[in-house]
């Protein structure tokens, strides 16, 4: 998939949720929104990848849920604690990985990178102490800032962070690398 599509699939719902949050100044009403533009980004990364994108559409899945509850009960608690539940969600899952002796991590990258054995352990244990921390990140930053700074979190500081994580694997990475 070209890398600007991809990037756009990614990041598209999030941009269309930022644009209507700051057009509308409402939260609730930026949820549809999302949660359309969501489906519409699995949608189109399955026409052009010919298979269900597992982590894509298992997000839009919590998107829906959350989303539709947030509408449903007129109540942004659920909103704002999704990022919290997808990321102790990520977490669990490698963690049951760990736990049942199969890295998932190699299952979901495995194409992309080879590592012994090894690193993949290591990866797995460094991305979910990540996905907790960042549900920790996410909890304190909702309980004690303005919605409008969570909103610009939510856009603009998880990425960022996931990006400089990802970023500091990469000596892990070269170190464990299978040629």
């Not at 989303?67 to 009960?73: A, E, N, S, V, Y």
């Not at 990866?123 to 800032?145: C, D, G, P, S, Y």
Request: aromatic share 16%; no cysteine; proline share 4%.
């Amino acid at each position: 998939m070209n890398s600007f599509i991809k990037l756009l699939i990614d990041v598209g719902p999030l941009a269309v949720f930022f644009i209507y949050y700051k057009i509308s100044g409402d939260l609730i009403d930026s949820i549809l929104p999302l949660m359309v533009a969501t489906v519409i980004a699995v949608f189109v990364s399955y026409i052009l990848e010919k298979k269900i994108p597992i982590m894509p559409t298992l997000g839009a899945g919590i998107v829906i849920i959350f989303g539709g509850l947030t509408i449903i009960f007129d109540n942004k608690i659920f909103i704002f604690m999704k990022p919290t539940i997808i990321n102790i969600m990520f977490a669990a899952i490698l963690y049951g990985g760990i736990v049942f002796k199969k890295p998932l991590l190699k299952y979901l990258l495995g194409t992309a990178l080879k590592l012994k054995d090894d690193g993949w352990n290591i990866l797995t244990i460094r991305w979910i102490a990540f996905f907790i921390a960042l549900a920790i990140l996410n909890e304190i930053v909702w309980r004690t800032m303005s919605e409008e700074f969570w909103v610009s979190f939510k856009v603009f500081g998880i990425l960022p962070i996931t990006f400089i994580f990802t970023m500091t694997q990469f000596p892990l990475i070269k170190k464990y690398h299978i040629e």
